[in-house]
Protein backbone atom coordinates (compact mmCIF):
# COMPACT_ATOMS: atom_id res chain seq x y z
CA UNK A 1 0.00 0.00 0.00
CA UNK A 2 2.00 3.43 -1.21
CA UNK A 3 2.32 5.89 1.47
CA UNK A 4 3.35 8.82 2.43
CA UNK A 5 4.41 9.06 6.27
CA UNK A 6 4.55 12.15 8.62
CA UNK A 7 7.02 11.85 11.31
CA UNK A 8 4.58 13.03 14.34
CA UNK A 9 1.14 12.84 14.98
CA UNK A 10 1.24 15.96 17.47
CA UNK A 11 3.98 18.13 19.02
CA UNK A 12 3.84 20.78 21.04
CA UNK A 13 6.95 23.38 20.78
CA UNK A 14 7.61 26.64 22.74
CA UNK A 15 7.75 29.91 20.92
CA UNK A 16 11.04 30.70 19.22
CA UNK A 17 12.17 27.12 18.92
CA UNK A 18 13.17 25.68 15.66
CA UNK A 19 11.08 23.01 14.28
CA UNK A 20 11.39 20.32 12.01
CA UNK A 21 8.56 18.18 10.54
CA UNK A 22 9.71 14.85 8.21
CA UNK A 23 7.65 13.87 5.53
CA UNK A 24 8.48 10.63 3.84
CA UNK A 25 6.92 8.62 1.15
CA UNK A 26 7.90 5.65 -0.99
CA UNK A 27 5.72 6.28 -4.38
CA UNK A 28 8.70 7.51 -6.12
CA UNK A 29 6.69 10.45 -6.64
CA UNK A 30 8.18 13.64 -7.79
CA UNK A 31 5.97 16.00 -6.44
CA UNK A 32 6.18 17.03 -2.40
CA UNK A 33 3.94 19.45 -0.66
CA UNK A 34 3.57 20.82 1.91
CA UNK A 35 0.33 22.15 3.61
CA UNK A 36 -1.65 23.61 6.40
CA UNK A 37 -5.06 23.31 7.63
CA UNK A 38 -7.14 25.67 9.62
CA UNK A 39 -10.66 25.64 10.05
CA UNK A 40 -12.80 27.65 7.67
CA UNK A 41 -9.35 28.49 5.69
CA UNK A 42 -9.43 24.78 4.22
CA UNK A 43 -5.84 23.62 2.71
CA UNK A 44 -2.98 26.56 2.55
CA UNK A 45 0.23 25.65 0.35
CA UNK A 46 3.34 26.70 2.27
CA UNK A 47 6.00 25.14 -0.08
CA UNK A 48 5.97 22.84 -3.00
CA UNK A 49 9.11 20.66 -4.73
CA UNK A 50 8.97 19.14 -8.12
CA UNK A 51 12.46 17.62 -8.04
CA UNK A 52 15.14 16.87 -5.51
CA UNK A 53 17.00 20.10 -4.61
CA UNK A 54 14.38 22.15 -5.87
CA UNK A 55 11.81 24.44 -4.04
CA UNK A 56 9.41 26.45 -4.69
CA UNK A 57 7.34 28.88 -2.42
CA UNK A 58 3.53 28.20 -1.96
CA UNK A 59 0.86 31.23 -1.21
CA UNK A 60 1.85 31.33 2.46
CA UNK A 61 5.92 30.67 2.75
CA UNK A 62 6.50 33.34 5.61
CA UNK A 63 8.42 31.75 8.36
CA UNK A 64 8.83 28.67 6.62
CA UNK A 65 11.72 27.14 5.03
CA UNK A 66 11.92 23.33 3.23
CA UNK A 67 14.61 21.12 2.24
CA UNK A 68 14.34 18.01 -0.49
CA UNK A 69 17.87 16.35 -0.58
CA UNK A 70 16.44 13.07 -1.52
CA UNK A 71 13.97 12.44 -3.71
CA UNK A 72 11.18 10.45 -0.74
CA UNK A 73 12.01 12.90 1.76
CA UNK A 74 10.72 16.69 1.92
CA UNK A 75 11.41 18.79 5.01
CA UNK A 76 9.12 21.72 6.84
CA UNK A 77 11.40 24.18 8.83
CA UNK A 78 9.89 26.47 11.15
CA UNK A 79 12.94 28.67 11.80
CA UNK A 80 11.78 30.91 15.07
CA UNK A 81 8.60 28.94 15.81
CA UNK A 82 4.99 31.25 16.65
CA UNK A 83 2.18 30.90 18.26
CA UNK A 84 0.34 31.68 15.02
CA UNK A 85 1.91 28.82 13.39
CA UNK A 86 -0.31 26.49 15.69
CA UNK A 87 -2.44 24.30 13.04
CA UNK A 88 -2.33 21.25 11.17
CA UNK A 89 0.63 20.35 8.80
CA UNK A 90 -0.31 17.51 6.08
CA UNK A 91 2.38 17.07 3.36
CA UNK A 92 1.52 15.47 0.28
CA UNK A 93 2.84 13.63 -2.58
CA UNK A 94 1.79 13.41 -6.64
CA UNK A 95 2.96 12.13 -9.93
CA UNK A 96 4.37 14.18 -12.53
CA UNK A 97 3.83 11.53 -15.51
CA UNK A 98 1.30 8.77 -16.37
CA UNK A 99 -2.77 8.23 -14.65
CA UNK A 100 -3.16 10.80 -12.10
CA UNK A 101 -4.47 9.64 -9.01
CA UNK A 102 -3.96 13.12 -7.23
CA UNK A 103 -2.26 13.80 -3.85
CA UNK A 104 -1.48 11.19 -1.41
CA UNK A 105 -1.63 12.91 2.09
CA UNK A 106 0.31 11.94 4.78
CA UNK A 107 -1.89 11.31 7.94
CA UNK A 108 -0.84 14.90 9.38
CA UNK A 109 1.27 16.65 12.45
CA UNK A 110 -1.05 18.81 14.75
CA UNK A 111 1.61 21.53 16.10
CA UNK A 112 1.18 23.25 19.17
CA UNK A 113 3.44 26.67 19.71
CA UNK A 114 3.00 27.43 23.23
CA UNK B 1 -4.11 35.06 -7.79
CA UNK B 2 -6.08 32.18 -8.34
CA UNK B 3 -9.10 31.74 -5.96
CA UNK B 4 -11.10 28.36 -5.80
CA UNK B 5 -14.57 28.88 -3.47
CA UNK B 6 -16.80 26.50 -2.16
CA UNK B 7 -20.21 26.27 -0.73
CA UNK B 8 -21.93 25.94 1.70
CA UNK B 9 -19.56 25.82 4.50
CA UNK B 10 -21.45 23.07 6.67
CA UNK B 11 -24.61 21.16 5.88
CA UNK B 12 -26.97 18.75 7.97
CA UNK B 13 -28.51 16.32 6.73
CA UNK B 14 -31.03 13.67 7.89
CA UNK B 15 -30.21 10.14 6.45
CA UNK B 16 -31.59 9.34 3.44
CA UNK B 17 -31.40 12.94 1.70
CA UNK B 18 -29.20 14.13 -1.28
CA UNK B 19 -26.55 16.32 -0.65
CA UNK B 20 -24.56 18.73 -2.93
CA UNK B 21 -21.21 20.67 -2.49
CA UNK B 22 -20.56 23.62 -5.15
CA UNK B 23 -17.20 24.56 -6.32
CA UNK B 24 -16.07 27.54 -8.18
CA UNK B 25 -12.99 29.17 -9.33
CA UNK B 26 -12.08 32.59 -10.13
CA UNK B 27 -9.92 31.52 -13.32
CA UNK B 28 -10.45 29.02 -15.89
CA UNK B 29 -9.10 25.29 -14.72
CA UNK B 30 -7.28 22.51 -16.20
CA UNK B 31 -8.94 20.06 -13.84
CA UNK B 32 -10.53 19.81 -11.03
CA UNK B 33 -10.38 17.48 -8.05
CA UNK B 34 -11.94 16.42 -5.32
CA UNK B 35 -10.75 15.13 -2.13
CA UNK B 36 -12.86 13.31 1.43
CA UNK B 37 -11.88 14.07 4.76
CA UNK B 38 -13.29 11.71 7.64
CA UNK B 39 -13.11 13.31 11.10
CA UNK B 40 -9.39 13.33 12.20
CA UNK B 41 -8.29 11.94 9.11
CA UNK B 42 -6.74 13.12 6.03
CA UNK B 43 -7.75 14.26 2.51
CA UNK B 44 -8.06 10.85 0.28
CA UNK B 45 -8.18 11.72 -2.97
CA UNK B 46 -11.64 10.89 -4.82
CA UNK B 47 -11.71 11.91 -8.39
CA UNK B 48 -10.66 14.00 -10.93
CA UNK B 49 -12.09 15.54 -14.23
CA UNK B 50 -10.32 17.04 -16.80
CA UNK B 51 -12.64 17.38 -19.79
CA UNK B 52 -15.19 20.42 -20.72
CA UNK B 53 -18.88 19.29 -19.06
CA UNK B 54 -17.49 16.01 -18.29
CA UNK B 55 -19.48 13.98 -15.34
CA UNK B 56 -18.67 10.97 -13.59
CA UNK B 57 -20.16 8.49 -11.05
CA UNK B 58 -19.14 6.61 -8.33
CA UNK B 59 -21.78 4.48 -7.01
CA UNK B 60 -24.42 7.41 -5.23
CA UNK B 61 -21.37 10.16 -6.05
CA UNK B 62 -21.97 12.55 -9.18
CA UNK B 63 -19.06 14.47 -10.20
CA UNK B 64 -19.35 17.51 -12.78
CA UNK B 65 -17.44 19.57 -14.45
CA UNK B 66 -18.88 22.92 -15.82
CA UNK B 67 -18.66 24.13 -19.33
CA UNK B 68 -16.90 26.96 -19.49
CA UNK B 69 -14.43 25.01 -16.89
CA UNK B 70 -14.60 27.25 -14.11
CA UNK B 71 -17.47 25.35 -11.29
CA UNK B 72 -17.52 21.76 -10.39
CA UNK B 73 -20.18 19.88 -8.57
CA UNK B 74 -20.23 16.93 -6.17
CA UNK B 75 -23.69 15.46 -5.46
CA UNK B 76 -24.19 12.29 -3.21
CA UNK B 77 -27.59 10.79 -3.50
CA UNK B 78 -29.68 9.15 -0.20
CA UNK B 79 -26.63 9.76 2.11
CA UNK B 80 -25.40 7.77 4.53
CA UNK B 81 -23.74 8.28 7.58
CA UNK B 82 -20.43 6.82 6.17
CA UNK B 83 -20.56 9.92 4.29
CA UNK B 84 -20.02 12.39 7.20
CA UNK B 85 -16.75 14.46 6.85
CA UNK B 86 -15.03 17.42 4.49
CA UNK B 87 -15.40 17.46 1.04
CA UNK B 88 -12.59 19.31 -0.90
CA UNK B 89 -12.71 20.61 -4.36
CA UNK B 90 -9.15 21.67 -6.01
CA UNK B 91 -8.35 23.26 -8.75
CA UNK B 92 -5.43 23.45 -11.10
CA UNK B 93 -5.01 26.84 -13.28
CA UNK B 94 -4.64 26.66 -16.72
CA UNK B 95 -1.04 26.84 -17.59
CA UNK B 96 -0.23 26.50 -14.21
CA UNK B 97 1.48 23.90 -11.77
CA UNK B 98 -0.19 24.58 -8.50
CA UNK B 99 -3.28 23.04 -7.26
CA UNK B 100 -5.80 25.19 -4.93
CA UNK B 101 -7.87 23.83 -2.53
CA UNK B 102 -11.54 25.02 -1.71
CA UNK B 103 -11.96 26.37 2.17
CA UNK B 104 -13.99 22.57 2.11
CA UNK B 105 -17.61 21.72 2.76
CA UNK B 106 -18.26 19.41 5.92
CA UNK B 107 -20.93 17.42 6.08
CA UNK B 108 -23.30 16.20 9.23
CA UNK B 109 -25.58 13.08 8.66
CA UNK B 110 -28.30 12.42 11.32
CA UNK B 111 -29.28 8.94 12.06
Known amino acids: DVKVTQSSRYLVKRTGEKVFLECVQD?????MFWYRQDPGLGLRLIYF???????EKGDIPEGYSVSREKKERFSLILESASTNQTSMYLC?????????????FGSGTRLTVV | GQQVMQIPQYQHVQEGEDFTTYCNSS?????IQWYKQRPGGHPVFLIQ?????EVKKQKRLTFQFGEAKKNSSLHITATQTTDVGTYFC???????????FGAGTRLFVKA
Open chain 1, 92 to 104: ASSTRGGPDYGYT
Open chain 1, 27 to 31: MDHEN
Open chain 1, 49 to 55: SYDVKMK
Open chain 2, 27 to 31: TTLSN
Open chain 2, 49 to 53: LVKSG
Open chain 2, 90 to 100: AGRETGGFKTI
